[in-house]
């Protein structure tokens, strides 16, 4: 069966980095777009970035453009997230998930930014 | 981007009742590509209906979801104890992608 696993979440003081990692399992990794979403405490969902199958296509949200960088690697089936220059406001739980509508989603890992 | 916009915040109703949440765009979604996703307390979200009306896997017939262009309708046909949650949909049609505030189902 399909699964996805978060890790790499933690407590970062702002305008420090983090990488999360997905790895996925059950499924052809290759074959799909993976995508990563958030939801700050309390709040609804939003959505981070895309990367195709082959990595060739990404996109991110404005409002984490230039700071985070999206990468997978399909020999491991693992998907990533490298987070820099990291502030208050992207604490949050991340969510990886499979596909562009987000057909399956992991539990989740949350990363909090604080002083 | 296309700003999705759920209507009503929070609906209360009762166990057996019908349930329709309103998702609207901004601007015409392309090829109707609007997915609605349930999320329970503490749990991840889970994808219920995709293509706008395309259920998937598992998902029982009392889900159903219609509409194209800019407005999207998700309907419970008779609400189960299980289904009060927050649903939120989802464009995925023209990037960057993009969420709805969600709309709360709660009993009443």
């Known amino acids: 069966q399909v699964q996805l696993v978060e890790s790499g979440g933690g407590l970062v003081k702002p305008g420090g980095s983090l990488r999360l990692s997905c790895a996925a399992s059950?499924?052809?990794?290759?074959?799909?777009?993976m995508t990563w979403i958030r939801q700050a405490p309390g709040k609804g969902l939003e959505w981070v970035s895309y990367?195709?199958?082959?990595?060739?296509?990404?996109d991110y949200a404005d409002s984490v453009k230039g700071r985070f960088t999206i990468s997978r690697d399909n020999a491991k089936n693992s998907l990533y997230l490298q987070m820099d220059s990291l502030r208050a406001d992207d604490t949050a739980v991340y969510y990886c998930a499979r596909g562009r509508w987000a057909v399956y989603w992991g539990l989740g890992t949350l990363v909090t930014v604080s002083s | 981007e296309i700003v999705l916009t759920q209507s009503p915040g929070t609906l209360s109703l009762s166990p057996g009742e019908r349930a329709t949440l309103s998702c609207r765009a901004s601007q015409s979604v392309s090829s109707d590509y609007v997915a609605w996703h349930q999320q329970k307390p503490g749990q991840a979200p889970k994808l219920l209906i995709y293509?706008?009306?395309s259920r998937a896997t598992g998902i029982p017939d009392r889900f159903s979801g219609s509409g194209s262009g800019t407005d999207f309708t998700l309907t419970i046909s008779r609400l189960e104890p299980e289904d009060f949650a927050v649903y939120y949909c989802q464009q995925y049609g023209s990037s960057p992608f993009t969420f709805g505030p969600g709309t709360k189902v709660d009993i009443k």
């Open positions: 990367i195709s199958g082959y990595g060739n296509t990404i």
């Open positions: 293509g706008a009306s």
């Open positions: 059950g499924f052809a990794f290759s074959d799909y777009y």
